[in-house]
C-alpha cells in the first residue's frame, strides 16, 4: 500500500481540536502522523492540496444502498461510489433491502457482498421486527455479533410500544441503538408534504408536525422507562427539538441525526424554490420538509449539541418513481452527492462553522454510535477527505454515480467540492486533484 503525503493542507480533525496548516501523512493504511514541511521518503505519492482543507473522511449513519433486492434503484458498488465522491469513507447501510437485514447470516452475507462490491466501508444496520413488519423482534442479539452496528425499522416507525420497549430493553444487551424512524403514520394520514399554506395552496395532502412529535415522545418514554439507547433518525421539527433537548437535560440516552435537506431546504420546494418546478417530486422525501422556523431550529440544536450529527438519509429511486403524480411519488432524495455543497451553504451564509460543520460529519456521528472513524489521530483507520469549500459546481445529476436521480437541486450552483477521497490509505476517489 502505498505512502500518501498531503502537503500544506489546513487540516482540520476536530476530534483532536486540530485547526493548522501541516503535512499529513498515511502508511500502510492509518494515519501516520502530521509533519511541518520535513522532506518526503521515497517512493510516497506526494500531492499538493494547499489552500484546500484535509478532514477525516464523512461517516454517514443512515444510507439507503438498495442491494440486495432493489439493483435498479442503486447497489453497493454505485451507491459505494457516489459515497467517495460526497466525501464519505463509511456509511451505515440500512436494512430495508429485499430480503431485510433480520439475521446473523443476512448481516454476514452483506459484509461479504460489500468487500467484493464496495469502494468505502459498509457497516450493516438490521431490522428492529422480522421484515419490518412490526410483528417480532428481530435476532439482534445475532446480528450484534455479526458485526451489524445498530438497528431500523427503517422507513416505518417501530410499529408498537411493546415492541419499542422490548426492543430497546434489548439495547443494554448489545449495547447498540435502536434508530427509530419517528413518524406515527395514522397521524400522518398519508400525507406528502408538510402540512401548511404551501400544501393547501398546491392542494397536497399534508403531514402535520404532531406526526413526528408524538412519536419523539413515545419514544423518548420507553427509553426513560428502559434505560436503552435510543437514536431519533433525521427530525424535522422545531418541536422535536424542544423535546429532545428537555430528555437531554434529564440524562436520557438518546442521540439524534439531521440531514443536509432538512437543514437547507423547506416545504416551498415543493412548489419550485429550488427547481422552478411546482409540485417538485424530487422534493417529496420522508419527513417531509418543512418550514423555515424548523430548520432554523434544526440548525440551532446542531450547533448546541442538541443534535448529535448529520446523517444523509441517501435514498435514491428510479426515475418512473419520481416522474408521476406528486401523490405517486416514492419518497426520498438522493443526497451523498451533493450533501457537502448543500451544507456548505450555511457555512457561506455565516450560520456555521466550517469545523462544526466537519465534526456533525466525521467524530460526532463516529462516537454517538461508537465507531473508531471520523479522526486523524495517529493509528487511526486512513480516512480522509480533502476539500475545496469555495469550488462552485453546478448539480447535474446526469453526472451523479448513484443510480438515484432524484434530487430537487438539479441545475442549482453549489460552493463546496470534494476533490478526493481516501479510505484505509487508498484513493477511492480523485476530482482534478
Ligand atoms: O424519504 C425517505 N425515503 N425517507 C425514508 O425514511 C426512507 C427513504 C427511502 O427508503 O426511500
Redesign the pocket.
Known amino acids: 500500500m502505498a505512502r500518501i503525503r498531503l502537503t500544506g493542507g489546513r487540516v482540520i480533525d476536530p476530534a483532536s481540536g486540530l485547526d493548522d496548516v501541516t503535512d499529513l501523512v498515511l502508511d500502510e493504511g492509518v494515519v501516520k502522523g502530521l509533519s511541518r514541511g520535513s522532506g518526503s521518503a521515497d517512493g510516497e505519492t506526494v500531492l499538493d492540496v494547499s489552500g484546500y482543507v484535509v478532514a477525516p473522511g464523512f461517516v454517514d449513519l443512515h444510507t439507503?444502498l438498495r442491494e440486495p433486492g432493489f439493483e435498479d434503484m442503486e447497489s453497493l458498488r454505485s451507491g459505494t461510489r457516489a459515497a467517495a465522491a460526497g466525501g464519505f469513507t463509511t456509511v451505515c447501510a440500512?436494512p430495508?433491502t429485499s430480503p431485510t437485514t433480520d439475521t446473523g447470516s443476512d448481516v454476514e452475507a452483506l459484509l461479504r457482498m460489500a468487500r467484493r462490491d464496495a469502494v468505502v466501508r459498509v457497516l450493516p444496520v438490521g431490522t428492529v421486527t422480522k421484515h419490518r413488519e412490526g410483528r417480532e423482534l428481530s435476532e439482534m442479539a445475532d446480528m450484534a455479533e455479526a458485526g451489524a452496528v445498530a438497528f431500523t425499522d427503517?422507513?416505518r416507525m417501530v410499529k408498537t410500544g411493546a415492541l419499542m420497549r422490548r426492543a430497546l430493553e434489548y439495547t443494554l444487551l448489545t449495547g447498540l441503538p435502536i434508530a427509530d424512524?419517528v413518524e406515527d403514520p395514522d397521524i400522518a394520514g398519508g400525507g406528502v408534504m408538510n402540512e401548511g399554506p404551501t400544501a393547501t395552496r398546491l392542494g397536497l395532502r399534508g403531514v402535520p408536525h404532531e406526526a413526528e412529535e408524538v412519536a419523539v415522545a413515545r419514544d423518548l418514554a420507553l427509553a426513560r422507562l428502559t434505560g436503552g439507547r435510543l437514536h431519533l433518525a433525521?427530525l424535522s421539527t422545531a418541536g422535536s427539538i424542544g423535546l429532545l433537548g428537555r430528555a437531554r437535560e434529564q440524562g436520557l440516552a438518546v442521540s439524534a441525526e439531521v440531514t443536509p435537506h432538512h437543514l437547507t431546504l423547506t416545504d416551498a420546494a415543493v412548489a419550485g424554490s429550488e427547481s422552478g418546478r411546482l409540485y417538485d417530486a424530487n422534493a417529496r422525501?420522508?419527513p417531509p420538509l418543512r418550514t423555515l422556523e424548523d430548520a432554523e431550529a434544526l440548525l440551532q440544536g446542531l450547533r448546541e449539541g442538541v443534535i448529535d450529527c448529520i446523517a444523509t438519509?441517501h435514498?435514491p429511486?428510479r426515475i418512473i418513481d419520481k416522474n408521476c403524480e406528486f401523490d405517486d411519488a416514492?419518497?426520498?432524495?438522493s443526497g451523498l452527492e451533493t450533501a457537502f455543497g448543500l451544507l456548505m451553504r450555511l457555512v457561506h451564509a455565516g450560520r456555521l462553522d466550517l469545523a462544526t460543520l466537519i465534526a456533525a460529519l466525521t467524530v460526532r456521528p463516529s462516537r454517538v454510535w461508537g465507531l473508531p472513524y471520523g479522526t486523524l489521530a495517529r493509528g487511526a483507520p486512513g480516512d480522509l477527505v480533502v476539500l475545496d469549500p469555495a469550488q462552485a459546481w453546478t448539480v447535474d445529476p446526469g453526472r451523479f454515480l448513484s443510480k438515484g436521480k432524484n434530487t430537487p437541486l438539479a441545475g442549482q450552483t453549489l460552493r463546496g467540492a470534494v476533490l478526493l477521497t481516501v479510505v484505509n490509505g487508498t484513493v477511492v476517489y480523485r476530482n482534478g486533484l
Open positions: 439507503h440500512m430495508d427503517s422507513g424512524h433525521h422525501v420522508s438519509d435514498a429511486h416514492a419518497p426520498g432524495i
